[in-house]
């Protein structure tokens, strides 16, 4: 599976952007798919995720209220809608991917898109 993040950008802070990460080469649909961020300095750390079916969501903390995963099976796409936007959120994002279950440990998701970068500015 070949992962293709984009709609990163310079944003204000209370601002919005919406990620979109396409998906090609694989049963997308069967996916559990997930965001993670990575600050200059920092560890990359989880986001969000979502089940193949879109039912079933999970947040960080540190984000819950203000971001909402979502999918588009017809698309391939998984989306992260980021309202709210604080400097605090500045970072490389990267879209995931993994056959079973959520999962908020980077090193259990097999597939990995190439980042886009968000900034915020205060």
């Known amino acids: 599976v070949q992962l293709q993040a984009s709609g990163g950008g310079l944003v204000q802070a209370g601002g919005s952007l919406r990620l979109s990460c396409a998906a090609s080469?694989?049963?997308?649909?069967?996916?559990?798919m997930a965001w993670f961020r990575q600050a200059p300095g920092k560890e990359r750390e989880f986001v969000a995720a979502v089940t193949w079916g879109g039912e079933t969501t999970a947040y960080a903390d540190s984000v819950k209220g203000r971001f909402t995963i979502s999918r588009d099976n017809a698309k391939n796409t998984v989306y992260l809608q980021m309202n709210s936007l604080e400097p605090e959120d500045t970072a490389v994002y990267y879209c995931a991917g993994r056959r079973y279950g959520i999962n908020r440990y980077k090193a259990n998701y097999d597939y990995w898109g190439q980042g886009t970068l968000v900034t915020v500015s205060s």
């Open positions: 080469g694989g049963a997308f649909s069967s996916y559990v």
